[in-house]
């Protein structure tokens, strides 16, 4: 399954933001990146997430069985890390700046 999806994180976020979303990130399986670059990588898993302008991108490819539980478990760490409701804009969910 090809993923592109943004979550409501601004790219603006203060370094603190940051240190614990790149926790979060080391916390999730097929973890494969490092300070540098966030990557998931496994068989049929191939996944990055990069600050754009319209949130927390994640895009690459992951099979529709993983994705699911995998996205939900990633938004549900971020959520507890940030202390606030992560998850896509599209779908309502405010981004909190400076936070």
Not at 65 to 85: P, R
């Amino acid at each position: 399954m090809e993923i592109t999806v943004n979550l409501n994180v601004h790219y603006s976020a203060p370094p603190e933001v940051w240190k614990k979303i790149s926790r979060v990130y080391a916390s999730m399986p097929y973890w494969a990146g490092d300070e540098q670059q966030a990557r998931w990588l496994a068989k049929d898993i191939d996944v990055w997430a990069s600050a754009e302008p319209g949130g927390l991108q994640f895009s690459g490819t992951m099979p529709d069985n993983i994705w699911k539980a995998w996205y939900d478990e990633l938004k549900k760490k971020l959520t507890a890390a940030l202390g606030y409701a992560i998850g896509e804009p599209e779908d309502g969910y405010d981004f909190i700046c400076g936070n």
